[in-house]
């Protein structure tokens, strides 16, 4: 009970969050003409239309207007060059009723962002505060609160950095502090400092039920496979389909799942898998953020495969791609995950006659379940070669104790009973080391493989 206590308080109200009013906000995205910071995979329009989509993700937030603004290096004090900036800000002055600029950069430091709060009279976020705020509305369970209270502590930080320089001033000793002299900048960095090692432990403590849930998932042997891809790209809607699992509600929206949730399917075989839901991926993607989630992607690194979920239909697929790659690669995951991995094409009943232009990737319609056999079929044969198992058929004598066996070590699928002889033909999931122990038990067992 102290522990819960002690976790609520954690939990409470954030700081940073921007608070339940409406916002109305302008969107400005930076466009790099050129050099190494301009990705040759997509084009400041489709990355303003990516930002407006986090915005339309927020209740009550409104866009004004969406503004592309050219610059050399969005990384200098106010982004853009002076005559840019001077157009863009008479601009930002003229909209109606604004509260909020959205600068679409990963990052702003606490010195830029004051500045521009300076000059346009408004709120200025950055990517990270924008999307730390969806992954806070969002979250659910009491993991991924303290995920997003974890990803906080850098942006504290950066705050606090920014109030010190207005007011550095010694504050007198107190019992309550580290004695007499201790500064402001001190106490506050010491007391980030305690948040950050008990959210840590907390989180700790949860990885570590995790973990056992997943021992006794392994008892079970049903083998795990992880839905992943970029944010919106369908893997709740594909889970669904494989799954017909009811109670899964997709939504049309970024970062909809971003708890790890486990759904039970069964391939051709009939054989048991749990099917892994996990978070959504973006491009620049802050790295704090990823790093707060590490602790749910964790649970990729345990599976038997991995399905790539691609929307097939967006135009920046390719660069979607990579991102998701670029992040599994940055996971550690073993390189037998990465080889195996299934990628799937998505929404192509939105395309007329699509046919995948990568070898090996698999066209499908999670939505209109075309393709899911296919891709059934293709689970199952992966998963046979990850885990190990085999599918078999064998002959038993129902009077020996070759069922009751089989029924504990195997998954037993079928069993077709001939009562003349009183022997069964019995079709079973079997690991290789199970298999081993029935060959040396029953030798005289007649064998066939699937």
Known sequence: EEDEAAVEELLGPSPLAPGPGAQRVAVVHPAVKWGPQKSP????????????????????????????????????????????????????????RLTAVFLNVERISSLTKKELEGAWGVQVFDRYTVVLHIFRCNARTKEAKLQVALAEIPLLRSNLKNEVSQRDQQRGGSRYIMGSGETFLETQTRVLKERELKIRNALEKLRRKRALLRTQRRKCEFPMVSVMGYTNCGKTTLIKALTGEAGLQPRDQLFATLDITAHAGYLPSHMAVIYV??????????????????????????????????????????????????????????????????????????????????????????????????????????????????????????????????????????VEVMPEDGTARVKVIIGNSAFGRYKNLFPNSKIFMS
Do not use: C
């Open 41 to 96: 995979l997509t084009t400041a329009e489709l990355q303003i239309a990516e930002a407006v989509a986090l915005v339309d993700t927020l209740q009550n937030w409104t866009v004004l207007d969406k503004i592309i603004v050219p610059t050399k290096n969005p990384n200098k004090k106010f982004v853009f060059g002076k005559g840019n900036f001077q157009v863009l800000t008479e601009k930002i002055k003229k909209l109606p």
């Open 277 to 414: 839901d996990t978070i959504g991926f973006l491009t620049d993607l802050p790295h704090n953020l990823v790093e707060s989630f590490s602790a749910t992607l964790e649970e990729v690194a345990y599976s038997d495969l991995i399905v790539h979920v691609r929307d097939i239909t967006h135009p920046e697929t390719v660069l979607q791609k990579a991102t998701v790659l670029s992040v599994l690669r940055n996971l550690n995951l073993p390189s037998h995950l990465l080889d195996s991995m299934v990628e799937v094409h998505n929404k192509v009943d939105l395309i007329e006659r699509y046919k995948p232009t990568e070898e090996n990737a698999l066209a499908i319609s999670a939505l209109h379940g075309h393709g899911l056999e296919e891709l059934k079929q293709e689970i199952e044969k992966k998963i046979l070669t990850a885990t190990g198992k085999k599918i078999l058929t064998v002959n038993i004598n129902l009077e020996g104790p070759q069922l009751s066996w089989l029924y504990k070590e195997a998954t037993v699928q079928e």
